[in-house]
């Protein structure tokens, strides 16, 4: 869904992610490399194919600013009572101001890349999810 720019819910309009675009073999091109590495961590050497320079999969600092903004996320649910100290949602029935923020943290959470499969779409959640904080 990330890759696909769906699923965040609210007025966020996501688009097709170039990792998406520009694999031809899926979730494999990334994800198992050559030598097939089965552990589906995502390999550096996929990543050169596009950015040359990569010496890691936080290219340009996407993923350490896509974490600062979850961080935030998290700290701003933290506070408003709708994550507990572990991380993990609080149960209850929420208006929809405060379940698309909870949502989001979720959304990202689930997709496990830090933003790397569609950096656009996460940063685009997270500053709507952060927005409904004021911040």
Known sequence: DMMLGVGGGGTV???LSAHYTMTT?????CHLGEPPNHTFKATVSACVACHT???????NGAVTAIQAKY????AALTTAGLVDANGSA??????E???????VYGYITEDGSMGV?????????LDAALATFGK
């Open 90 to 95: 609080v149960k209850g029935t929420y208006e």
């Open 13 to 15: 309009t996501g688009a």
């Open 53 to 59: 320079d990569a010496k890691d999969t936080d290219i």
């Open 71 to 74: 961080d935030e996320l998290k």
């Open 25 to 29: 073999d899926s979730c494999v091109t």
């Open 117 to 125: 499969h569609n950096p656009k779409y996460a940063n685009d959640l």
């Open 97 to 103: 101001a405060k379940a698309f923020p909870l949502w």
